[in-house]
């Protein structure tokens, strides 16, 4: 079974409808597929999309109808911490959120599913492009 980790920018392009999204959506409703969802990326789906005036609770709903949230203990929050100096090494523009994605996918034994090009090169993702 695959086991994924969608990131709020796979989770933009899978709402969109865009052709990435269509790619999205192949993997997020294949019924052999394990998805969840860092709770992170909730808060930047709700900013992003309160930012552009569009209903959130919808949307919402259909996330959690489709993946499974996975929230951060305070113990996972010290790992990301931890992790994230390492990462920003070989990695100088990731960001913090997408340090709690990750360490989300690694606790999980998954991989992330993003547009986000700052995963490029990390075993650990999948990244979308056109």
Known sequence: MKRYVIDSSAWIEY???SPLGKRVAAIVEDP???IATCVISIAEMAAFYTAKNIEFPMIKKILISLSTMYAASFAFCEE???IYP???QKHPKISFFDVFVLLTARKLHAKVLTKDTDFAG???AEVLSD
């Open 122 to 124: 990390i075993k650990d």
């Open 15 to 17: 709402f969109d409808g």
């Open 86 to 88: 390492q990462l920003r």
């Open 80 to 82: 990301a911490g931890m």
């Open 32 to 34: 052999d597929a394990e």
